[in-house]
């Protein structure tokens, strides 16, 4: 029974911190995806739209008569890459907000490296900033929330270490 896998254990912060950054590197990592996916449909939407414009005005074209001086070019086989989009540290900053609500601004610094992202602390405050400004995002007690997430509030809203330090805060009152 003692080696049971199905046994369950607490999860540690290590094994979520680990989670956390594997979702966010998922999410940057589908986001990708799903862009180039984007672009080369809208390669080909256009191109189509050119080839059908060709075609309803292909009568127009004959009267006018061949074009001596164009040449044509070799067949296109594929689009092009699209452009590398690089994620704005917003996006990236409010990504982890909604993965894990609660965090302090330095914690958020650490998920980011931690997922190797080259975003620099004071471009997480900035983006922080830019991000509550826009609603999106509120501060409560020193920790980042969603806007549309309701923040705990008393004693639960702070961390472990901060009710160690003040141990009346987490006592209720009888």
């Keep these: 029974m003692d080696n049971d896998p199905d046994d369950s254990q607490p999860i540690t912060s290590d094994e979520r911190r680990a989670a956390t950054v594997e979702a966010i590197k998922d999410m940057v990592e589908a986001g990708k995806k799903l862009e180039k996916a984007a672009w080369h449909e809208g ?3 256009g191109w189509y739209a050119a080839v059908e414009h060709m075609t309803k005005n292909a ?12 040449q044509p070019t070799e067949k296109l086989q594929s689009p092009p890459e699209p452009p590398q989009k690089t994620w704005k540290p917003k ?4 990504g982890v907000i909604m993965q894990r609500p609660g965090l302090r601004g330095v914690d958020i610094v650490t998920h980011l490296k931690n997922a190797d992202t080259e975003v620099h602390e004071r ?3 900035t ?4 991000l509550k ?3 999106k995002i509120k501060v409560v007690n020193g920790r980042w929330y969603s806007a549309d997430v309701q923040a705990p509030q008393g004693h639960h809203a702070l961390h472990p270490m ?3 330090k003040n141990p009346s805060v987490g006592e209720g009152s009888n």
């Design 43 to 45: 390669f080909y939407a």
């Design 59 to 70: 009568a127009a074209a004959a009267q006018r008569g061949p074009a001596a001086d164009i």
């Design 91 to 94: 996006d990236l900053v409010l």
């Design 123 to 125: 471009t997480v405050r």
């Design 127 to 130: 983006a922080l900033h830019r």
């Design 133 to 135: 400004r826009a609603g």
């Design 162 to 164: 901060e009710i160690q």
